[in-house]
């Protein structure tokens, strides 16, 4: 009785569930297309112009394939070609991402090892790819996409974030971007910062619960910043380990101020 029981359950929890398209399928999908973007990331060399254009199309009917599982098939043509015709400008906020951590990092030698190494570029990269696709009102696909990002980066981005040019992620690990987040241009954050929601309420799901961070802010390790009415106004300054509910004007710095006490042991002589 007890394994019909689970059986049971388990085939009652799996409403359309046949619908959906694996996470293989997504993966799959995912590294080709970055792989396409940044040959560095696969063994693929793409040589000439001619070569490209066909491995694009290839992927343009991987898209396809994969949208059958989650949009309407009259909808499927229009979603795929509306993606590839702005995928060019999102491409360019993604190099404009790389030169920000190339310029912004003395650690950083050159481009491509941005592209290559930092987890950072992978998590904003991947994020804003999922950002096109859920603007244009693709169910689950971006979520899994950010998820992936996720799990390799440690970086947690909602794809309905919304993320100005140049931005850097520093280290990242930790880091959480929430689903109504408002990012403007030039922004650098460090690892384990959150920007999130004040209140976890699900009547609030339709509202923007996350803060607001304007141009050329720095928002350093461990600072949490919550609530959707919370504005970090621009050229701001984040110390570590802080905690905002609040807006802070522009040109300011916030800083968390700790006692450090050294004691010195007696050594018996």
Do not use: C
């Not at 070569?51 to 949009?71: D, G, I, P, Y």
């Amino acid at each position: 009785m007890g394994s019909t029981e689970l059986i049971r359950r388990i085939l009652d929890s799996q409403v359309d569930i046949g619908q959906l398209p694996s996470n293989r399928l997504v993966v799959d999908y995912l590294n080709d297309l970055f792989s396409l973007l940044f040959p560095s990331h696969s063994e693929r060399v793409v040589i000439n112009e001619e070569k490209l254009a066909e491995e694009l199309e290839r992927n343009n009917k991987l898209l396809k394939q994969l949208l059958l599982h989650v949009v309407d098939y009259d909808e499927v043509d229009s979603v795929t070609q509306i993606f590839f015709s702005k995928l060019s400008d999102v491409f360019s906020l993604i190099l404009k991402d790389a030169e920000a951590i190339e310029k912004g990092d003395p650690a950083a030698r050159n481009r491509n090892e941005v592209i290559r190494t930092y987890p950072g570029f992978y998590a904003i990269s991947v994020y804003r790819i999922a950002n096109l696709m859920h603007n244009l009102h693709v169910p689950f696909i971006p979520r899994i996409f950010t998820e992936i990002a996720h799990s390799k980066a440690g970086i947690d981005i909602h794809p309905g974030a919304t993320i100005g040019e140049s931005f850097f992620i520093d280290h990242g690990t930790g880091v959480v971007i929430g689903e109504t987040t408002v990012i403007g241009n030039n922004v650098k954050i460090y690892q384990g910062v959150t920007l999130g929601a004040l209140s976890v309420n699900k009547s609030l799901a339709t509202t923007k619960r996350h803060p607001t961070i304007e141009d050329n802010v720095v928002i350093y390790a461990g600072a949490t910043i919550l609530g959707g009415a919370t504005i970090i106004g621009k050229n701001a300054t984040i110390g570590g380990n802080v905690w905002i509910t609040q807006s802070i004007e522009s040109n300011s710095t916030v800083y968390h101020k700790s006692i450090i006490e050294i004691k010195k042991l007696k050594i018996d002589e």
